[in-house]
């Protein structure tokens, strides 16, 4: 089942709030962990995590809706407003924690120059409107995963 981004969105601040750092995560932060929740779930599930497209924008990987909700906070940490939903798999739960994990404890730009080397973004024209497709980062992605 997909979510919606936004509902992603949520689910990323509140986890980022609740962790020891109780760190507020920047707009630029937060589409780059849509990014990597997005890859891994699609390479480890073969379904998306949420329907909305990601975009390869100047900065790296992009969800426009997502993008268009925080702008405002410009590069200031993002407060989480809404109780985050609860995946509907233990797996799927299982897969979030552990890329949050990972990934969660790099920068913005940590992770925009992550982004920045990996096949779906170099792969794709620079732009508003460029959508890094899901077999991309399916692709790419299922290179990535330890099974264990």
Same mark, same amino acid.
């Given at each position: ?34 990014? @990597?929740? /997005? ?6 599930? %073969?379904?998306?995590?949420?329907? !909305?497209? +990601?975009?390869?924008?100047? $900065? ?6 997502? @993008?268009? /909700? ?6 200031? %940490?993002?407060?989480?407003?809404? !109780?985050? +939903?609860?995946?509907?798999? $233990? ?58």
């Amino acid at each position: 089942m997909a979510y919606k981004a936004l509902d992603i969105a949520n689910k990323i601040l509140a986890k980022a709030s609740s962790s020891d750092s109780e760190e507020l995560i920047s707009n630029m932060k937060l589409q780059k962990l849509l990014y @990597y929740q /997005q890859g891994f779930h699609l390479a480890y599930f %073969g379904t998306s995590l949420f329907d !909305e497209d +990601i975009e390869a924008w100047m $900065y790296g990987p992009v969800v426009p809706n997502v @993008y268009e /909700q925080f702008k405002d906070n410009d590069n200031k %940490g993002i407060e989480y407003l809404e !109780e985050p +939903i609860t995946l509907s798999g $233990y797996k799927e739960a299982l897969l979030f924690d552990e890329v949050y994990r990972v990934y969660g404890k790099y920068s913005a730009i940590g992770l925009m120059e992550m982004a920045h080397q990996e096949t779906p973004w170099k792969s794709t024209n620079i732009g508003k409107g460029n959508i890094i497709t899901k077999d991309k980062l399916t692709a790419f992605f299922k290179k990535r995963i330890k099974h264990g």
